[in-house]
């Protein structure tokens, strides 16, 4: 019988003396979390370890164990025997410097994301599992590395982060076992909580209050849509860090189904979509050369905000009445 995936990655990883760890562009607590854990399980292993972000560590996350240790830049002569990629569910989301060649030794992929182009040479993906955080544990359990309180608390910020809180759809009996097992570990989920999510910069106060402004609703009240432009985010003092959840306000309004978060960057905009489930933005996104999960999903499209915004309504008002047709 074929070793699962798990197994296989679990081998390798320790038959390996050095290792780079990263993760996707504009990291989320998923996959910081994810990517500092593979760093603490490293270390119990004993192995050299690189944790390279290409946009840093958002605020929010600076606290975090192994957080003060990750750079935004790699050399060109870097070298690795092994290169273990998170929460990342294409090649092309990860960032530049990551090596292309021999330099990078064995590429792993852990991944949960439902739309994604299978890449690596050691691929784990299942995206049945709440958040890779999940994939994340299940290795360090299956290598008896023991869930201490800084690998626990890391691992929650990766549960918390995908199941909004243990809000979402996602939130099924494997992830609060493995929420049960942190707590027990010592962590007081509420101090992680304030940690990360109750130190609200001002900046953030006044970004958000700018954003809400722009809220609107399509003609049919079921999409609610939100803008961010470079001025806003210039008047109010913050940076594209501080912006994290900003769309949920958007889905949470009565009779909405879907919520798009358009943010300028330069000539490009990025897009957050959320679904409330009747929708599958992941496949929208992925046909926009994106992707992300049914429920959550996101991608990069040229034009300016206001154009841009027109054509992400536009198609999904159309899948809202492709849905309605066949029902």
């Known amino acids: 019988m074929k070793p699962s995936p798990m197994h296989q990655i679990a081998q390798t990883l320790m038959g390996a003396q050095s290792g780079l760890i990263t993760c996707h562009r504009k990291p989320d607590g998923d996959a910081m979390g994810s990517m500092l854990g593979m760093g603490l399980i490293l270390r119990h292993l004993g192995k050299t370890f690189t944790l390279y972000s290409q946009d ?38 990860l960032g530049d410097d990551v090596p292309t ?29 709440a958040a890779t955080g999940v994939l994340v544990a ?32 996602s939130t099924d009996a494997r992830v609060l076992r493995l929420a049960a097992k942190l707590v027990e570990a010592g962590i007081s989920p509420w101090d992680v909580t304030v940690k990360l999510y109750e130190n609200n910069p001002v900046e953030r106060m006044r970004l958000l209050g700018r954003v809400l402004c722009t809220l609107e609703l399509s003609a049919s009240g079921q999409i609610a849509s939100l803008a961010i432009t470079q001025q806003m985010v210039d008047e109010s003092g913050a940076d594209n860090s501080m912006m994290d959840g900003f769309i949920n306000y958007a889905r949470s309004i009565e009779g909405v189904e879907v919520a798009v978060q358009v943010l300028q960057q330069g000539e490009v905009c990025r897009i957050s979509l959320r679904s409330k489930g009747r929708i599958d933005v992941g496949s929208l996104a992925q046909r926009l050369g994106g992707g992300g999960h049914h429920n959550a999903a996101g991608c990069t499209v040229e034009g300016p905000p206001g154009q841009v915004q027109q054509r992400i309504l536009g198609l999904l008002e159309d899948a809202l009445r492709d849905r309605e047709a066949v029902q």
């Open 56 to 93: 840093g560590v958002p605020k929010q996350f600076a606290d975090l164990a192994l957080a003060s240790e990750v750079v935004d830049h790699l050399s060109e002569d870097s070298h690795f025997d092994v290169t273990v990629a998170v929460d990342t569910g294409d090649q092309a989301l």
């Open 101 to 129: 060649d021999h330099r990078r030794g064995t590429l792993i992929v852990l991944d949960h994301h439902s739309s994604s182009t299978p890449f690596g040479d050691l691929r784990w993906h299942d995206a049945t599992a």
């Open 138 to 169: 299940e290795l360090a359990q299956h290598m008896d590395v023991r869930l201490n309180r800084d690998l626990s608390e890391l691992l929650w910020c990766a549960l918390y982060t995908d199941t909004g809180g243990f809000r979402y759809s």
